[in-house]
């Protein structure tokens, strides 16, 4: 059973950078066929999908958070990362980390993990 832990500083002032880990356990995140994203939900919105690192190490980001938004992993430590620059107040939101697995045979699998808050105020 794959798990996705989410940590991250809770409250960032504005213009400042966020950096949050995605800690996996029970998986590997270059296991073929799996990728890894970052969601977030603002208050009183709806999911906002914000980007993907796939196992072979490949990103992409929204085009309208991509000029502020950087995914990477760390394979030694199986955990992905999200950097965004520039925080404003209403990138307030809980980030999710969700995995999204094919396995062998074709069934598919999906994971989140709890969500971390991540408030940008002054």
């Known amino acids: 059973q794959v798990q996705l832990q989410e940590s991250g500083p809770g409250l960032v002032k504005p213009s400042q950078a966020l950096s949050l880990t995605c800690t996996v356990s029970g998986g590997s995140i270059t296991t073929r066929d799996a990728a890894w994203s970052w969601i977030r939900q603002p208050p009183g919105k709806g999911l906002e999908w914000m980007g993907v690192i796939r196992y072979d190490g490949s990103t992409y980001c929204s085009p309208s958070l991509k000029s502020r938004t950087s995914i990477s992993r760390d394979n030694a430590k199986n955990t992905v990362y999200l950097q965004m620059n520039s925080l404003k107040p209403e990138d307030t939101a809980v980030y999710y980390c969700?995995?999204?697995?094919?396995?062998?045979?074709?069934?598919?699998?999906?994971?989140w993990g709890q969500g971390t808050q991540v408030t940008v105020s002054s």
């Open positions: 969700y995995a999204y697995i094919t396995l062998v045979g074709g069934a598919q699998r999906n994971y």
